[in-house]
């Protein structure tokens, strides 16, 4: 029993409530849902593969400090690893119930969420290359296979520049935010041998690129709501992120006295106040766009 409680905690199935704004951006452009495709894709996304990922992730890192949601994380056995592929397996398979197409996909995130820290490849110890290889699948990619599973679409259809720029837009937000999940491992991190990026740009230096990249992509998110919705979706984007800016200026603002506060409670912090903004401007968004669809439910 304590070892299954154990697994159950690696598998992080809260921290899904971290990526669940890519899903409801994909589902607030979709012009063909359904419930059936809508609860499905949802389910197989975060309920099984992204659980799988962690678990595997965790198995392979063997952390002893906290990670994501795990202030002191249980110890891992060979259980977490196959319990890893075994979810896996049934959302591949529960993917292949909507298309091939959305299947493959699946099966494809899977992969590159494994090269992330499997010892035979482990993109965790190239600052550079792990971080573009996260915040493109967890980005785009994911928003993509999002896109096709839940209206059931194939690739060609799905391969259009109002897909792929929303796409690329949740990618630079991730490219931002992703060096800030690292901050408080750099330790860890460094002891086992992984360069990542917030370890090479340091802690004032990791707040510095955050800083910047949001500001890009906040740009790149106005041009996108200007161009392709209105001027009232543009002006909302401001107002549901800005917690989000007050919490990140008031914490650089502490972490630039005292380097002690780039620490695992305030990382957790800025993760929870982005993911409670950002979901709750896309349920927002998918309100507000819904009626432009015929949706089939």
Known sequence: MKKAIHILRHLRIPFSFFLLPVYIFALGISPNIGADRILLTFVILHFFIYPASNAYNS?????????????????????????????DFIGIALAWLISMEFALLVFVYGLASKAYSHPGVRLKKYPWLGWFVAGFFQGVFTFYMAYVGINDFGWEIALKWKVILPGLLTSAFLWGSYPMTQIYQHKEDGKRGDHTLSLLLGIKGTFLF???????????FEYYFLNFHTEKMAIAFLLFMAPTVVYFLIWFALVHREEKYANFGWTMGLNLVSAICLNAFFIYFFLQTSHLYQLNL
């Not at 994501?68 to 890893?84: A, C, D, E, R």
């Not at 955050?210 to 992509?217: C, N």
């Open 59 to 87: 198995y392979f890192d063997k952390d002893e400090g906290s990670i994501g949601l795990m202030k002191t994380p249980p110890p891992v056995t060979i259980g977490l690893y196959y319990t890893s592929l075994i979810f």
């Open 210 to 220: 955050t800083l910047m990249t949001f500001l890009l992509t906040t740009l790149g």
